[in-house]
């Protein structure tokens, strides 16, 4: 996301006691995130990136870079204009609070996808994130209107640690090429854009 360390380190043990107490199951996403003591809390990547949009919305700037790595890998499609007012300002302490809704939050392992509007629903995300094994988000693809097919690749064994490929092909394409369940399995689309009336961008987000 830059060149260097964004953030210094601070202490984590209040925040992973309360994240291991809200821990849940998610399809093998469990991470551990290190305590000043050296002890490990068991916490999923759901939790983490829950925590994380806590944090965003009221504003709390020593919660966030306790969740995210220094060298945070961030990747955005979507209108130019959008680029660098929401997610990327927000997470580099920007402030201001999060401009959209979160409709929606799933996990499939390391990769957690979400998905929201903003107040007048003309604006639509879709947020990747990847939760590395120190309970920290190594990774967030931003989509900004578009939508989103998500695979896993290998006939939907492990999930990846990393976010994967992107293949610029739209869905409705992407559904017509043959393809077995050894070599890819859809385990998550977009569900909010009406296409009946937005004619979004459309890619295939492996994992």
């Given amino acids: 996301m830059a060149n260097g360390p964004l953030y210094k380190d601070l202490p984590t043990s209040a925040l992973a006691h309360s994240l291991a107490s809200d821990k849940r199951d998610v399809l093998g996403g469990d991470a551990g995130l290190c ?40 990747w955005f499609h979507g209108p130019r204009a959008h680029q660098h007012l929401v997610l990327m300002r927000l997470l580099t302490g920007g402030g201001g609070g ?27 995300w879709v947020h990747a994130w990847t939760v590395g094994p120190g309970g920290r988000v190594t990774e967030v693809r931003e989509y900004c209107n578009t939508t989103l097919v998500v695979t896993r690749l290998g006939g939907g064994g492990g999930a990846g640690a990393g976010a994967g490929a992107d293949v610029a092909a739209a869905a409705a394409e992407k559904a017509k090429a043959p393809c077995s369940q050894s070599q890819s399995e859809q385990v998550w689309q977009s569900r909010l854009p009406d296409q009946a009336r937005r004619n979004l961008p459309g890619l295939v987000l492996a994992i």
């Fill in 35 to 74: 305590l000043d003591n050296g002890e490990v809390a068991a916490v999923s990547s759901k939790t983490v990136v829950e925590e994380l949009y806590r944090a965003l919305e009221r504003g709390d700037v020593d919660a966030v870079p306790r969740l995210l790595n220094p060298d945070v890998d961030w």
């Fill in 98 to 124: 999060l401009p959209f809704t979160i409709r929606s939050l799933d996990a499939f392992g390391a990769t957690v996808l979400a998905e929201g509007t903003d107040a007048t629903g003309a604006l639509y």
